[in-house]
């Protein structure tokens, strides 16, 4: 049985930093692209990063590209999400997820292994 446990979320204030981990059970990593998406209230889900499945390649969206850093250890199953000058608009829940193929997607549908998400609230 496949889990993704994510963990590193927290409150924080404007400028500050703030390191997601997420760790996969059941599944060898090297053999999924691996993603964080982020859904604040009322909002959709968004794809904020991800890598291909030897983390050659990565993908940012334009709004934290620049401040958020995405890298994994496969030998730990281990994905992190470093978040460098955070901003009130990053306030959302973060979820790591696992996609079906080795290159990552930038929206959720070719994911299939979902965590349950770790709250990130950034203050003014």
């Known amino acids: 049985q496949v889990q993704v446990v994510e963990s590193g979320g927290g409150l924080v204030q404007a400028g500050g930093s703030l390191r997601l981990s997420c760790t996969a059970s059941g599944l060898t990593f090297g053999n999924y692209a691996m993603g964080w998406f982020r859904q604040a209230p009322g909002k959709e889900r968004e794809g904020v990063s991800c890598a291909n499945w030897n983390g050659d390649s990565t993908y940012y969206t334009d709004s934290v590209r620049g401040r958020f850093t995405i890298s994994q250890d496969n030998a730990k199953n281990t994905l992190l999400l470093q978040m460098n000058s955070l901003k009130p608009e990053d306030t959302a829940m973060y979820y790591c997820?696992?996609?079906?193929?080795?290159?990552?997607?930038?929206?959720?549908?070719?994911?299939?292994?979902w965590g349950r998400g770790t709250q990130v609230t950034v203050s003014s």
């Open positions: 997820a696992a996609d079906y193929r080795w290159v990552c997607g930038r929206g959720p549908a070719t994911y299939v292994y």
